[in-house]
């Protein structure tokens, strides 16, 4: 019974937290379609009026997971996934739009700079876009890196002769906190003049849909044998600062190569 009544606890939570999920937006559009409904069944709009707030409804639904996703702090690769189909659906449909509005001006029956607000809604799709692809790229290069360190964990159990092919492990003092990152970030900064590039910091939506524990470490994204990769690896081993060297796992394919600081990652007692 009390199993029960947990459980019915957990659905309650579940549901109260979905419903606090709905965008504002969504909810705006929503309300607008059921009253355009309604007056649609009442005889009083024309049934066209409908399809058009519906065709809004995908529209803003589309606009939320962007919301969501491209200005949004953390990401897994199936959400990144869900972003680019998104703000592909969104360019897709100012493209049509734009055509039908060309359609009007070809027909004489529209203005020719009524074409100058739907040209826009496109740049704005498309740069809308380019930003999506540039973000999953990122959630991309972090799942490589991710599964460069799972990989390496593995090797160094399985076959820890293999191990050093694919990495390199420093444990200086084996410890490694925050304020010792800001000494790492200032100092490469005053030698680089650019920031530390930093791909992951801490735990993130990528390492814990891996099973992943990557708090308190950190991922710089720098080929380990570049001038700035040497040049973190010898201030790292000087400060003795834990780190590992990821190069490659696939002979001949660079990606997912970075510098871990801190100790390595382990698995999530729950495995999420
Ligand atoms: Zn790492």
């Known amino acids: 019974m009390r199993f029960y009544t947990a459980l019915l606890f957990l659905l309650v939570a579940r ?27 009442a005889g009083v709009a024309p049934p066209l009026q409908l399809q058009k707030a519906e065709a809004g409804m ?7 997971i962007l919301r969501k996703t491209i200005y949004g702090k953390d990401l897994t690769e199936a959400q990144s996934d869900d972003m680019l189909a998104a703000a592909n659906r ?22 020719r700079n009524s074409l100058d607000e739907p040209r826009a809604e496109i740049d704005t799709a498309a740069k809308e876009y380019g930003l999506a692809e540039s973000r999953a790229a990122l959630v991309h290069e972090l799942t490589q890196m991710a599964s460069e360190e799972e990989e390496l964990a593995v090797k160094l ?43 992951a910091m801490g735990q993130t939506a990528v390492h814990r849909a891996m099973g992943f524990d990557h708090s308190g470490r950190v991922d710089v994204a720098l080929n380990p044998d570049s001038a700035e990769g040497e040049w973190l690896r010898t201030f790292l081993t000087v400060k003795r600062i834990p780190f590992f060297v990821f190069r490659q796992a696939i002979p001949g394919k660079a990606t997912g190569a970075h510098i871990h600081i801190g100790p390595v990652s382990t698995h999530l007692a729950s495995g999420g």
């Open 157 to 199: 159990t399985t076959e820890p002769a293999e191990a050093p092919s694919v990495a390199e492990r420093h444990d200086g003092d084996g410890v490694f906190d925050m304020v010792m990152f800001a000494g790492v970030e200032t100092a490469y900064e005053r030698q680089f003049g650019a920031s530390l590039p930093v791909s």
């Open 15 to 41: 549901v109260a937290c979905a419903q606090n999920d709905v965008d504002p937006e969504v909810a705006r559009v929503q309300a607008e379609v059921a009253r355009v409904r309604a007056l649609v069944e």
């Open 58 to 64: 995908a529209d803003a639904q589309d606009a939320a």
């Open 90 to 111: 969104r360019l897709e449909r100012r493209k049509q739009e734009y055509e039908q509005a060309k359609k009007l001006v070809d027909a004489g029956a529209a203005a």
